[in-house]
Every structure is written in C-alpha cells, then in structure tokens.
C-alpha cells in the first residue's frame, strides 16, 4: 500500500509559478512510476505529467510541455511538479498517481494509488 498527499495548490496569477508536492508513504515510491493528473470542473480527469520508476523517462502532456516538470526524490519518497508559466486553463484540482514498476503512462487506469488532490487556481 502507498498513501499519497499533495500540497504547494493555491491561488497564482496568469504567468505565475506554483511546485506542488506529493508525499508518499507506506511502500517506498522508488518502486513505483508517478504521476500527475488533473480534472477541471465539469471535465474528465487527465494526464498531466508521469515518470518512470527508474526516474530515466518522463511524459508530459502536451498542453504543458515546456511549462511543466515533473521531478522525483526518492530518497525523500516525494514526487514535485514544478508548474510555470500557468494559465487559467490549468485551474484544476491536481491528483498524485502511483503505479508498481511503471513508466508514466497516461492512463489512469494504470495507476493503482492515488491522493485526494490539491486546487490550482490560476486567474487572469
């Protein structure tokens, strides 16, 4: 079992930046792929960003790629989003993922543990 919480949510202008934090514990995160999801109000959830257990590949989406970076600590059982140049299109709640042994897919389904998310609003 993994339990997952996220923090570093809030409230941030368009242009702004936020890192949002998962802290894991329980099994070591080490032997997991982690990820980021999202679901805006009225929307499905979706893909954000993952990496794999071995930390050597990393998967975004591309409505963020190249504002967006996924980093993993293992040593701390953490996972980081740094989130930049935000958008009010990134309001959302945003959910850390785990899946045993995996590679960041994009599939929720793949993952078998998750947070209860934390709120991203960004305003224009």
């Known amino acids: 079992q993994v339990q997952l919480v996220e923090s570093g949510g809030g409230q941030v202008q368009a242009g702004g930046s936020l890192r949002l934090s998962c802290s894991a514990s329980?099994?070591?995160?080490?032997?997991?792929?982690m990820a980021w999801f999202r679901q805006a109000s009225g929307k499905e959830r979706e893909f954000v960003a993952g990496?794999?257990?071995?930390?050597?590949?990393?998967n975004y989406a591309d409505a963020v790629k190249g504002r967006f970076t996924i980093t993993r600590d293992n040593a701390n059982n953490t996972v980081y989003l740094q989130m930049n140049t935000l958008k009010p299109e990134d309001t959302a709640v945003y959910y850390c993922?785990?899946?045993?042994?995996?590679?960041?897919?994009?599939?929720?389904?793949?993952?078998?543990?998750w947070g209860p998310g934390t709120q991203v609003t960004v305003s224009s």
């Open positions: 993922a785990a899946d045993d042994y995996g590679l960041g897919s994009p599939l929720p389904q793949k993952y078998g543990y």
């Open positions: 329980g099994r070591a995160v080490s032997t997991h792929a």
């Open positions: 990496i794999a257990w071995t930390g050597g590949f990393t």
